[in-house]
């Protein structure tokens, strides 16, 4: 169980072009999902809070308007990466928060490697 | 605000030995949650092994357990019998539930040799 699932798993588009990353629960319903950026040997950073229904919550410094998350459903959660450059290259990775008892954990994808030209 | 400290950057074990991975954190919440990850190569997150803060019992998954000391604020990660498998990056995190995001520590490379 908690299968989380992403994709695609690699992409790479030309500068100013869009990128959608779709992550999916596919055993479970998750009312939140998160989306986190990873530097080589580093380790995640949150970007967003995905809350479905509502409008995602993002960390200090990330930019809303470039990274838009739409949370449809309780099962399905997107990161578009808008007018991509270069600097956007890098692992991307969605989480989805599943309830098991008291206890909240997060499931992650296996990731989005992004690569812009 | 919370923070995870993962002291150890890089650790080594032979296979079929025990190694202890450490984990300090901060934070002035008195209820919240601990877990493991594992990413290995394929870069593919995997719970390892989680804790209630409110349990005194050290939770434990089959060769994987933890030694949580709430007063200290310590979490390590004791991996038994040590498999070539287990050779992955391991991060330390802490959740508040509430607040319900991760605040990760830096990482500890596992190697495992042979």
């Known amino acids: 169980g908690a299968v989380v699932s992403q994709h695609p798993s690699r992409v790479i588009c030309k500068s100013g072009t869009s990128v959608k990353i779709e992550c999916r629960s596919l055993d479970f319903q998750a009312t939140t999902m998160f989306w986190y950026r990873q530097f080589p040997k580093k380790s995640l950073m949150l970007m967003a809070t995905s809350n479905e229904g509502s409008k995602a919550t993002y960390e200090q410094g990330v930019e809303k308007d470039k990274f838009l998350i739409n949370h449809a459903s309780l099962t399905l959660s997107t990161l578009t990466v808008t007018s991509a450059h270069p600097e956007d290259s890098s692992f991307y990775i969605c989480?989805?928060?599943?309830?098991?008892?008291?206890?909240?954990?997060?499931?992650f994808g296996p990731g989005t490697r992004l690569t812009v030209l | 605000a919370q923070t995870v400290t993962q002291s150890q950057p890089e650790m080594s074990v032979q296979e079929a030995e025990t190694v202890t991975l450490s984990c300090t954190y901060d934070t002035s919440e008195s209820d919240y949650y601990l877990f493991w990850y594992k990413q290995p190569p394929s870069r593919q997150m995997i719970l390892v092994i989680r804790?209630?803060?409110?349990?005194?019992q050290n939770a434990t998954e089959n060769r994987f357990s933890v030694n949580f000391q709430k007063a200290a604020k310590s979490f390590s990660l004791k991996i038994s019998d040590s498999q070539l498998g287990d050779a992955a990056m391991y991060f330390c995190a802490f959740d508040t539930g509430t607040a319900s995001k991760l605040t990760f520590g830096t990482g500890t490379r596992l190697q495992v040799t042979l």
């Open positions: 989480s989805a928060r599943g309830h098991w008892g008291r206890t909240d954990t997060q499931y």
């Open positions: 804790q209630e803060a409110y349990k005194q």
